[in-house]
Nanobody, 117 residues
């Protein structure tokens, strides 16, 4: 059974940090690129960061560049999102997605991140 399970969300003050994890199972995770998306209330889901299957290339939305870092450990079938210098506008549900050409995409269930004082 294919599963992507996010964890690490929570409530943090502005300027704080969180590390999200997304654990994959049921498919060959190392053959898939991985992405993090987020969706704030009343807004469309937006792409936050992407990492290639071997982890050699990363890309970020302009809104998080320099503050967020995506990484992965294929020995643990896990992708991470380190989030620093968090702002209230980073508040959203964060989702991970695994993608591979000519294969279905796999989504996690999401984890809530709230940045508030």
């Amino acid at each position: 059974q294919v599963r992507l399970v996010e964890s690490g969300g929570g409530l943090v003050q502005p300027g704080g940090s969180l590390r999200l994890s997304c654990a994959a199972s049921g498919f060959t995770f190392s053959s898939y690129a991985a992405t993090w998306y987020r969706q704030a209330p009343g807004k469309e889901r937006e792409l936050v960061a992407t990492i290639t299957s071997a982890g050699g290339t990363t890309n970020y939305a302009d809104s998080v560049k320099g503050r967020f870092t995506i990484s992965r450990d294929n020995t643990k079938n896990t992708v991470y999102l380190q989030m620093n210098s968090l702002k209230p506008e980073d508040t959203a549900v964060y989702y991970c997605k695994a993608i591979r050409p000519l294969r279905p995409d796999y989504w996690g269930q999401g984890t809530q991140v709230t940045v508030s004082s």
